[in-house]
């Protein structure tokens, strides 16, 4: 029960990150017209801060097989942020729903 509950927050969480990241990215369509659609990725953030794409990289190669970093981890990093947490958040809020308990609805 509780870790349903953490599941669905850990999600909503995510899906609010993602939408921050989707008015981000709003903001600087909205702010720089005629440059394109500038879609923020999450190696694009992990560079400004310093070391922060190093560490990530060391901590997957040291903890795990290489070919995680290289094959899985290192590709969805170039996709927009927006797009890694929305879908993450969906799937984490999804893996805790509960179904509603029937209705008993009597004569």
Do not use: C
């Amino acid at each position: 029960m509780e870790a349903m509950l953490f599941l669905r927050v850990s999600g909503l969480t995510l899906l609010f990150g993602a939408f921050a990241a989707l008015v981000y990215d709003g903001i600087r369509l909205v702010g720089s017209p005629g440059r394109g659609l500038p879609l923020t990725s999450l190696s694009a953030q992990l560079d400004r801060a310093p070391d922060a794409h190093d560490a990530l990289q060391r901590f997957f190669l040291d903890n795990a097989p290489s070919y995680l970093w290289n094959g899985i981890v290192e590709p969805l990093l170039v996709l927009p942020i927006f797009l890694l947490f929305g879908v993450a958040g969906t799937l984490l809020f999804l893996a805790g729903y509960r179904s509603p308990p029937p209705e008993i609805v009597g004569d």
